[in-house]
């Protein structure tokens, strides 16, 4: 992958003008662009812990 002059990327002979369009193509599914390319951390949960009512 490269990024062109123009700021569009390059990848596999074709122009793509983003990262998520790229990730898009690859997985046929909507992704983040820089988060698939590992270009940004995974965000973390606010609350891991499971909330469970009252007993």
Not at 16 to 26: G, K, Q, V
Not at 27 to 55: C, D, H, I, V
Request: no cysteine.
């Amino acid at each position: 992958m490269a990024v062109a002059q123009d700021g569009q990327y390059e990848f596999e002979g074709r122009r793509y003008p983003s990262l998520s369009m790229i990730a898009r193509e690859i997985t046929g599914t909507r992704w983040s662009g820089p988060l698939f390319f590992g270009l940004k951390a995974p965000a973390k949960q606010k609350n891991p812990k499971k909330q469970g009512g009252r007993r």
